[in-house]
């Protein structure tokens, strides 16, 4: 059974922090994608890595695919109170999606 | 482009009955997957059509069912309701079959009591 762990659980830190949440597996991946749910709406696609090693940048978020396929992370720099929410991974592997458990991030004004 | 719309947004339901959730896709997207979500369980994966074929399917009952309609609408159904289904249903849709981007809705949030 693949699975796609994600960590921390839960975490709560002070607007202006920085911060970074990881996504781990013991599988490859052709691609790796994260998601950010605010609380009573879906998931919203954020980003996908595709190639081991790539690093996109969306503004304030870095994510970073391992060189292996196998696990990736998203940093947060001068996290905001609208960077709330859940953060989803999910790897591709054989024309599925395996979903992490998510992280949940509270950004304190 | 209209994103993805799920009806209704709220059902309140008693054990043993049965309920049916519909989800319209982004035009041009073919393929529907549903999603339970709980606090306890995450986002969990039921299942998916593509074309008006379920192509792949997770780990639930057959209490849980579903179609897709030509016009790529699709609804899915949950007979015999029990307290542990109260979640959140979420429809999302891809331009293709399996592990393509996902474009979720906003969610059915269920509540069986």
């Known amino acids: 059974t693949q699975l796609l762990e994600q960590s921390p659980q839960f975490l709560s830190i002070q607007e202006g922090e920085n911060l970074t949440v990881y996504c781990n597996s013991s599988s490859v991946f052709s691609s790796l994608q994260w998601y950010r749910q605010e609380p009573g709406e879906g998931p919203v696609l954020l980003v996908t890595?595709?190639?081991g090693g790539e690093v996109k940048k969306l503004k304030r978020l870095t994510f970073q695919f391992g060189d292996a396929r196998k696990d990736s992370s998203l940093h947060i720099t001068a996290a905001q109170p609208g960077d709330t929410g859940l953060y989803l991974c999910?790897?591709?592997?054989?024309?599925?999606?395996?979903w992490g458990a998510g992280t949940k991030l509270i950004i304190k004004p | 482009k209209a994103g993805v719309t799920q009806t209704p947004r709220y059902l309140i339901k008693t054990r043993g009955q049965q309920v049916t959730l519909s989800c319209s896709p982004i035009s041009g997207h073919r393929s529907v997957s549903w999603y339970q979500q709980t606090p306890g369980q995450g986002l969990q994966f039921l299942f998916e059509y593509f074309s008006e074929t379920q192509r792949n399917k997770g780990n639930f009952p057959g209490r849980f069912s579903g179609r897709q309609f030509s016009n790529s609408r699709s609804e899915m159904n949950v007979s015999t309701l029990e307290l542990g289904d109260s979640a959140l249903y979420l429809c999302a849709s891809s331009w293709g079959q399996g592990a393509y981007e996902q474009y979720f809705g906003p969610g059915t949030r269920l509540t069986v009591t």
């Open positions: 999910a790897g591709a592997s054989n024309y599925q999606l395996i």
């Open positions: 890595v595709v190639t």
